[in-house]
């Protein structure tokens, strides 16, 4: 039979027994006492503790990607588009060209004026001005004034100061014309109408009335005005032989009236068509 241990055999004294009994139920009563205390603390302190815990790197990633992933994909009605530009570069285009017109309006315009202004200063000299009329030709080949300036560009016209210097000597023919003596004419009468065409003899001074010579005057004053289509209608009314007397002088004041007359025709065209593309190239207020 094994025998027991010393350290293991139970005491003998009954004393013994309530002793160690007593012992044991006051670690026991501490040990639960601890135990319900730490309890309470973690409790109370837990929360604190997680709410202050800083989160771990990567935790909001991954939270914000595994949140991402559960969310619903958008639909197509949800996705805002995204600005169409194309229609910003069409209005962008059209401006620039319409600016590019402007510019060539302009550039047009000013370079039928200058061509134009040429030849209306060629047109003042008694010279011929086929080279300067071709020239606006190159730039305007429309204006309506051409036409008529082309038979004109080959001979010229005398200049106005010169049909106003030449005028008196054409108007003394023109009036020892009209005093010519019909047939049957008595002698003194062809005798004193000799005598007139080798002294010109022509009242100067008389201004009204219907004679040749108040015509003669009246145009002649017309002419230094400068209103030389007045003078020529004047010299319609006068009889026959003064109007053949006046002929060479007269076809060249048609010339230069015809000159003048289209060349005013052709500077306003010049002057509307600067003013319309300066208007156009204008911004709108």
């Not at 039928?112 to 060629?122: G, K, P, R």
């Not at 004047?234 to 076809?251: G, H, S, V």
């Amino acid at each position: 039979m094994t025998a027991v241990p010393p350290a293991l055999e139970p005491p003998k004294d009954p004393a013994r027994y309530r002793r160690r009994g007593r012992a044991d139920a006051w670690r026991l009563a501490a040990v639960g006492a601890l135990c319900a205390a730490l309890g309470v603390a973690a409790t109370i302190l837990a929360p604190r503790m997680l709410a202050a815990r800083p989160e771990p790197a990567g935790a909001g990633l991954f939270h914000s990607t595994a949140a991402d992933a559960l969310a619903p994909t958008p639909t197509a009605d949800a996705v805002e588009p995204a600005p169409d530009a194309s229609g910003d570069v069409a209005r962008l285009n059209a401006r620039v060209a319409a600016l590019e017109d402007q510019e060539k309006a302009w550039r047009a315009a000013a370079s039928a004026a200058l061509a134009a202004a040429a030849l209306i200063e060629a047109t003042q000299g008694s010279a011929p001005f086929a080279e300067d009329l071709a020239a606006l030709r190159e730039v305007a080949p429309d204006a309506p004034e051409l036409a008529g300036l082309i038979p004109l560009s080959q001979t010229g016209a005398p200049t106005r100061a010169a049909l106003a210097a030449s005028f008196p000597d054409y108007a003394a023919r023109a009036a020892a014309a009209a005093r010519a003596p019909g047939e049957g004419a008595a002698l003194s009468a062809r005798i004193a109408h000799a005598v007139s065409r080798i002294i010109s003899v022509r009242r100067v001074a008389e201004t009204t009335g219907d004679g040749p010579d108040a015509r003669l005057a009246r145009a002649e004053r017309l002419i230094a005005d400068g209103d030389l289509p007045a003078a020529l209608r004047t010299l319609d009314r006068l009889p026959e032989p003064a109007r053949e007397a006046m002929a060479p002088w007269r076809a060249g004041a048609e010339r230069r009236a015809e000159i003048d007359r289209r060349a005013a025709a052709l500077r306003a065209r010049a002057m509307r068509a600067l003013r319309q593309a300066r208007d156009s190239a204008e911004p709108a207020a």
